[in-house]
């Protein structure tokens, strides 16, 4: 058994290791094929079930559990969710791991994961990830207003 | 109309997403189902020997004892200490795991481990044992509950 606190540098390796057997075309399939198989059944079952607040059940719950440094924002009225990861944990552990080499697209995955998937139950998003490299980034998503 | 804001830093919480034992396997089962047996073990042995080469060259300089800390750390992190019994005798570190946390954990939310998620004690401390020029052997594994015995020993060729 690994820990569950080993699992980010085990999940670079796996998308260099996919790279390596095929292209980077394959680790966004996985990416895709994640966001289906684990994502969805969690995040897209709680925004159909609660709509656009299920995204703070959701994130409220996985942050706190990662020991992320965050503040996260809904206001229901605009109907808007926010996430400000000050310093995220998985891209922070992996830039501490100098004796190993992360996957040079890391943070890719969280651009595949989620938006995609909001976008099939009717939010819209923003994301900014000019800052990877510090561990920060900010994503949005919104009901679009009609 | 209400608005919520949770602000939270690093140290307000103990790091333990237990949901990553589920996103392990996953990774590891479309390897297997992509790649074959030999892709997981390829998968697991890249892993492992570039993410414990810090614990390897610790197990070359200090021997089992670093092993074994190492071990007990894992279960310590996973709250789970009670599971675990190590016994190093004789240029031997034994390892008796009563039931794996992270298989209770992944059931617990109807998560079935893929038939490869054994690689993750096999393949890795193999790994592990062969870059620290060690031995070892999985002496016997229940994948229901993952109760596991398995040994490291000095090797001679």
Redesign the interface.
């Known amino acids: ?11 670079s ?2 998308f ?3 790279e390596d ?1 095929a292209d980077h075309a394959a680790v966004v399939r ?1 990416w895709q ?2 966001s289906k ?2 994502v969805e059944p969690r995040l897209g079952e709680l925004v159909k079930e609660k709509g656009i607040e299920g995204c ?1 059940d959701y994130w ?1 719950k ?16 605009e109907q808007e969710f926010e996430i400000i990861m000050h ?1 995220c ?1 998985s891209k922070g552990l992996l830039n501490q ?1 100098t ?3 992360s996957y040079h697209d890391y943070c890719g995955h969280c651009a595949h994961l989620y938006a995609p998937l909001l976008k099939e139950y009717g939010l819209e998003s923003e994301e900014d990830y000019s800052e990877t490299d510090k561990a920060k980034c900010k994503i949005k998503f919104y009901v679009p207003k009609k | 109309m209400a608005k919520r804001v949770m602000d939270r830093r690093a140290a307000d919480n103990k790091y333990l997403h237990r949901d990553f034992h589920v996103s392990g396997d996953l990774g590891i089962q479309y390897v297997g189902e992509r790649y074959g047996d030999n892709g997981v073990k390829e998968y697991l042995r890249r892993f492992t020997t570039s993410y414990y080469s810090p614990l390897i060259a610790d197990i070359k300089e200090r021997g089992l004892a670093a092993l074994k800390e190492h071990i007990e750390s894992i279960y310590e992190i996973e709250e789970a200490s009670e599971v675990l019994k190590t016994t190093i005798k004789d240029d031997e570190l034994l390892v008796e795991v009563s039931r794996c946390p992270a298989i209770a954990y992944m059931k617990s939310i109807g998560h079935t481990p893929s038939k490869w998620y054994i690689e993750e004690t096999r393949t890795v401390n193999e790994t592990i044992a062969d870059n620290a020029d060690l031995g070892f052997e999985l002496i016997h594994y229940d994948i229901e509950t993952g109760k596991a015995a398995y040994r490291f020993f000095r090797r001679c060729f």
């Open positions: 058994m690994l820990s569950c606190t080993e699992f980010i540098p085990l999940y390796e796996l260099k290791y996919i057997k996985y094929h994640i198989e684990y703070w409220t996985a942050l706190n559990e990662e020991a992320a440094d965050f503040t996260i924002t809904y206001d229901e009225e310093y944990p791991l004796h190993m080499e």
